[in-house]
Each structure stands twice: as C-alpha cells, then as structure tokens.
T-cell receptor, first 118, second 111 residues
Framework: EAGVAQSPRYKIIEKRQSVAFWCNPISGHATLYWYQQILGQGPKLLIQFQNNGVVDDSQLPKDRFSAERLKGVDSTLKIQPAKLEDSAVYLC????????????????FGPGTRLTVL | LAKTTQPISMDSYEGQEVNITCSHNNIATNDYITWYQQFPSQGPRFIIQGYKTKVTNEVASLFIPADRKSSTLSLPRVSLSDTAVYYCLVGAPYNFNKFYFGSGTKLNVKP
C-alpha cells in the first residue's frame, strides 16, 4: 500500500517569497492534516480537512498561510509571504476514520518537507 | 482538548523494559489515548491506542488506570533502534480524529 506522498522534500527560499507544498494522501482516506514541526518541538496542527471541508484551522496563520483540498484528495499548503520563523518541517498526514470502535484511528504521516527561510 | 504532560527525556539500556508515563488530568469521557513514535527526519508513526485498562500489540503495551488521568506506554526489551521521540496524545478518534501533539519524550537507548 502506497504511503502519504509529499513534495518537495526540501525547499530553501528567501523571506517574503512564497512557497507551496503538495500532499497526496493514502487512497480512501477522507481526513487530511497539515502539521508544522519546528526543530525540537512536537508537530503543531495547522489545518485538518474532512473530504473537501475544513474541520479545524484554528492554528493556521491565515494572514500568510492557506491550504486547499480540491476534489477531496490531494492538498496544497501555501505560505505567502514567508518569514524566518516559518523555517520548519511541514508534515502531511491522512487517516481513515472508523466509526465507533471499529478500528484504531491512526494518522499516517508523509516524510515531510523541510523548509528553510533565509 | 486534554493537555498531556510527559518527561522530556529518558535513558535506558538495550534489553530493558521501558515505561513512559503520560499525565492527562482533564481527559474527557470520549477521549482515547494514543502514542506515536518519531525518528529523526521522519514523520511520526502510530504505536498504540486505548481507552481503558490494558491494550497490547506486537510492539508495545498501554496501561490505563481506572481514573484515566494517566497512562503508561511499555516497551519490552528495547534495542538501539527504539531511540526516538515518543508522543502521548489525548483526543476523540471518533470525532474527526482530532488530536494534538505535545512535546514528547526523547528516549535514548544505550548499548
């Protein structure tokens, strides 16, 4: 079974530039997550999609970050303009949400995109 | 969502059993406890999930007391390859699978 795919794996940009990350979840997974992980910290949830709809974007800096999941499959996360503090690994995850105890609802993570903002 | 507290780091030796405890005093009735493992330069990987008492799979056991205000991840006979960061999460898997990661416990296994 193919895992969660992300691209690019690495990206270096200057501050104030824009950048976009792409994620392809595991086939059949309705839920998709974007996390930001700063070095030495746990992953921070930026946005969660259920199919096409946003379930939680409370921690997404909406003045510069945007995300979309067209057709309920692939997703892109964009930063415009980037700041130095956006340097982090951006992780995408997906899950198949079982109903009421039919299975453990685990999130499957991609390899991440390491962003460096200079 | 319930906040979790874990030790920042732990040391162990190969072949020992390691127990990592997580505190979650304000866990809600519908919340489950989930543990993830993360190696450097990789995304987290699911280890185990439970609601109460004891859950065991091929890699770990999860012990949850009756009051559910804490939980313990038990790793039997660790090896060097178990050196990683371990995260305890509390949330509702059947409510859109919403969980939040804390800072995790860095486990260092020594030869």
């Amino acid at each position: 079974e193919a895992g969660v795919a992300q691209s690019p794996r690495y990206k270096i940009i200057e501050k104030r530039q824009s950048v976009a990350f792409w994620c392809n979840p595991i086939s059949g997974h309705a839920t998709l997550y974007w996390y930001q992980q700063i070095l030495g910290q746990g992953p921070k949830l930026l946005i969660q999609f259920q199919n096409n709809g946003v379930v939680d974007d409370s921690q997404l800096p909406k003045d510069r970050f945007s995300a979309e999941r067209l057709k309920g499959v692939d997703s892109t996360l964009k930063i415009q303009p980037a700041k130095l503090e956006d340097s982090a690994v951006y992780l995408c995850a997906s899950s198949f949400v079982y109903l009421s105890g039919d299975g453990p609802n685990e999130q499957f993570f991609g390899p991440g995109t390491r962003l460096t903002v200079l | 969502l319930a906040k979790t507290t874990q030790p920042i780091s732990m040391d162990s030796y190969e072949g020992q059993e390691v127990n990592i405890t997580c505190s979650h005093n304000n866990i809600a009735t519908n919340d489950y406890i989930t543990w993830y493992q993360q190696f450097p330069s990789q995304g987290p990987r699911f280890i185990i999930q439970g609601y109460k008492t004891k859950v065991t799979n091929e890699v770990a056991s999860l012990f949850i007391p009756a009051d559910r205000k804490s939980s313990t991840l038990s790793l039997p006979r660790v090896s060097l390859s178990d050196t990683a960061v371990y995260y305890c999460l509390v949330g509702a898997p059947y409510n859109f699978n919403k969980f939040y990661f804390g800072s995790g416990t860095k486990l260092n296994v020594k030869p």
